[in-house]
T-cell receptor
Framework: NAGVTQTPKFRVLKTGQSMTLLCAQD?????MYWYRQDPGMGLRLIHYSVGEGTTAKGEVPDGYNVSRLKKQNFLLGLESAAPSQTSVYFCASSLLRGDQETQYFGPGTRLLVL | AQSVAQPEDQVNVAEGNPLTVKCTYSVSGNPYLFWYVQYPNRGLQFLLK??????LVKGSYGFEAEFNKSQTSFHLKKPSALVSDSALYFC????????????FGGGTRVLVKP
């Protein structure tokens, strides 16, 4: 099992450009999540999905959109990138709905918006 | 609203000495508590979790954590630190009354010196 993978690993964008981050998991997990990590702020939830075809807003959803067309993939889109979106983005997945479930994380995507 | 605090930005310890990383939380329901570790340029790795039962939880790599309900704390401990334990540690909480949202602390950097 590859677990949770993310592409790309690193990207530089100019303000106003758009891009899509791809997350894939091969563990047949129902739940998937997108977080951003900023120094001193831990991880903050952007959007999440409780199953194929469903998405929901997290703590900091503005400026991002997501789609879960296939169970194994969760895409994060930036329609018009801003410097404030410079961050490290992590995808995670968990097996079932439940307060007890452990989330498994991908290696991250480092995004720099100039 | 649920919250997590990690009061120390950095912890320095000599190899072989005990290591403690502090975490306190606030929830309205029952807490489900997690510790994750992040090595440089890597995603988060699950260390251990408290759901219910014994207050002392044992996890990966010799780490353990003690749940203290009266002090609303979940400190991470290791009896004898290794240089390879140098990393960024995150505490996280899920509130049983707040769905499946996981809230992370700001992280504590651990530096173990030879």
């Amino acid at each position: 099992n590859a677990g949770v993978t993310q592409t790309p690993k690193f990207r530089v964008l100019k303000t106003g450009q758009s891009m899509t981050l791809l997350c894939a998991q091969d563990m047949n997990h129902e739940y998937m999540y997108w977080y951003r990590q900023d120094p001193g702020m831990g991880l903050r939830l952007i959007h999440y999905s409780v199953g194929e075809g469903t998405t929901a807003k997290g703590e900091v959803p503005d400026g991002y959109n997501v789609s879960r067309l296939k169970k194994q993939n969760f895409l994060l889109g930036l329609e018009s990138a801003a410097p404030s979106q410079t961050s490290v983005y992590f995808c995670a997945s968990s097996l079932l709905r439940g307060d007890q479930e452990t989330q498994y994380f991908g290696p991250g995507t480092r995004l720099l918006v100039l | 609203a649920q919250s997590v605090a990690q009061p120390e930005d950095q912890v320095n310890v000599a190899e072989g000495n005990p290591l403690t990383v502090k975490c306190t939380y606030s929830v309205s329901g029952n807490p489900y508590l997690f510790w994750y570790v992040q090595y440089p340029n890597r995603g988060l790795q699950f260390l251990l979790k408290y759901i219910t039962g014994d207050n002392l939880v044992k996890g990966s790599y010799g780490f353990e954590a003690e749940f203290n309900k009266s002090q609303t704390s979940f400190h991470l401990k290791k009896p004898s630190a290794l240089v390879s334990d140098s990393a960024l540690y995150f505490c996280a909480v899920r509130d049983s009354a707040a769905g499946n949202k996981l809230t992370f602390g700001g992280g504590t950097r651990v530096l173990v010196k030879p």
